[in-house]
């Protein structure tokens, strides 16, 4: 791969989502393409909670359903440049209550924490919303800066999508579940009041950034300004460095709070460094380490440090039958450690596990083995078989005397039947040793088993 293939592979990954669509226009002028994107999710569980004190209550099958219409459309320029937008529209409706628990007659008692997605009584057992999703506007230099396009700018506003590297620290920028449905489909994940800033040059891209995140509870808004440097060394490696300051942006006032506002306020610095690096041609080494400088109160300053990070070996050959590619994964988050706003970039990825990664637990205070074999009977069709295994950095921070969590294993498969349809199904089974029989109560001692069906039409 050479520099201009690797520069223009960084400049789509953060970028927002391509979905498919209908063109309405394409042209000298620009073009306008419009699209509908349907997807929904079932599930069946057998012992969720593992059987434990918290099951009560909870349905055994439950489904989600996402429809999102949307536009995009970009305005030609002088010398190749483009103005830019996008706009779409998310309905999601939930039935059922998943196994988090959390849709489950959760009381909101406090008042102050009203809001448009939280109610002040009891979560139903249907709950759908209709909300718009992405709005955003930007400008792209084309050959402005150079007439290879070797050197580009781009700047952009609004709510819309952001990632860094594989989503550790920044991937989804709003809450979904509670009373917006789609927990699990999890189909809102711009952030909001957004600018974005791009320059790339050869094989280096540097950008800036401000988002706010969309979360279900108004007071634990946040917002995020950083820094993102990444660098091709050679065709086959990649050095990245972030600097991301989290702040509170609370809507509400400290009027009538439980909780004071010096409690409340988050002022975080996180440094973050990533590593890809392919040493021979089937191998492939990536890796990450954030360290963060937590200060706890408004008043004395207070500092906690945190750290977390992953390093993921994958030997893939894709000469063989089948095209295995094996991978192993080791992740700790300190007890300390902000997850912040992390996503789904592939299978395990950063919902670690379909249980116990989507529905239990949060990237803190945990340590985390992952095997993965990943085959391709077809072209058309991929298996994926995960193995997870986590422990408990300090099980006292949850009042706990054991660190051992227990073990995860999923078994997923993806159909692409054609170039709209995608079809997956899966089955997981969750394990709980001692450490997870004091997490969901003591007589939480059943192997948690659960079976998803899920389908996307993407037009």
Do not use: C
């Amino acid at each position: 791969m050479k520099y201009k293939q690797i520069l223009l592979l960084l400049s789509i990954l953060p970028s927002k989502a391509v979905l498919a669509g209908y063109s309405i226009y394409d042209g000298q002028y620009g073009n306008l393409t419009t699209g509908l994107f349907l997807e929904t999710a079932s599930f069946g569980e057998i012992d969720n909670q593992s059987g434990g004190s918290q099951k009560y209550g909870l349905t055994d099958g439950f489904i989600d359903i996402n429809i999102k219409p949307h536009i995009e459309g970009s305005f030609n320029t002088y010398k190749d440049s483009r103005l830019y937008g996008g706009f779409s529209y998310a309905y999601t409706n939930s039935a059922g209550h998943d196994p988090s628990g959390f849709t489950h007659h959760r009381l909101v008692t406090d008042a102050t924490q009203e809001s448009d997605y939280t109610n002040s009584g009891t979560y139903l057992d249907y709950r759908d919303t209709v909300a718009p999703e992405d709005l955003y506007a930007g400008w792209r230099s084309g050959k402005i800066l150079d007439s290879n396009e070797s050197i580009t700018f781009d700047i952009s506003g609004g709510r819309q999508k952001y990632n860094i590297g594989s989503g550790f620290l920044i991937s989804y920028g709003a809450d979904n579940g509670g009373n917006r449905g789609g927990g699990y489909l999890w189909p809102r994940t711009s952030f909001d009041n957004t600018i974005i800033g791009r320059i790339n040059i050869y094989n280096t891209k540097l950008e800036g950034f401000y988002l706010e995140t969309r979360p279900l509870d108004p007071a634990a808004r946040r917002s995020y300004a950083g820094t993102n440097l990444e660098h091709a060394i050679s065709d086959t490696s990649i050095i990245s460095f972030s600097y991301i300051n989290t702040q509170n942006k609370r809507t509400l006032h400290d009027d009538n709070s439980t909780v004071s506002l010096g409690v409340q306020t988050v002022d975080n610095d996180t440094f973050d460094g990533r590593f890809e690096f392919s040493p021979l041609e089937n191998f492939k080494f990536n890796s990450e380490y954030a360290y963060q400088v937590k200060r706890t109160s408004v008043t004395d300053r207070t500092t906690l440090d945190a750290s977390g990070g992953f390093g993921q070996l994958t030997y893939k050959r894709e000469d063989l039958f089948l095209k295995p590619a094996l991978s192993y994964r080791y992740a700790i988050q300190s007890e300390n450690f902000d997850g912040m706003s992390p996503g789904m970039t592939d299978w395990g990825t950063w919902f670690q596990g379909e249980i116990s990664g989507m529905w239990m637990l949060y990237n803190t205070n945990l340590i985390t083995h992952m095997t993965k074999l990943d085959i391709n009977p077809r072209e058309d069709i991929s298996t994926h078989l995960i193995y997870f295994n986590y422990s408990f950095v300090d099980p006292t921070v949850f009042e706990q005397t054991s660190s051992d969590y227990g073990d995860e294993v999923n078994l997923i498969t993806d159909w692409q039947y054609n170039e709209s349809l995608k079809l997956t199904a899966s089955l997981a089974s969750f394990i709980p040793n001692e450490g997870g029989k004091e997490y969901m109560g003591g007589d939480a001692n059943k192997t948690w088993l659960q079976a998803m069906f899920y389908a996307s039409y993407n037009y």
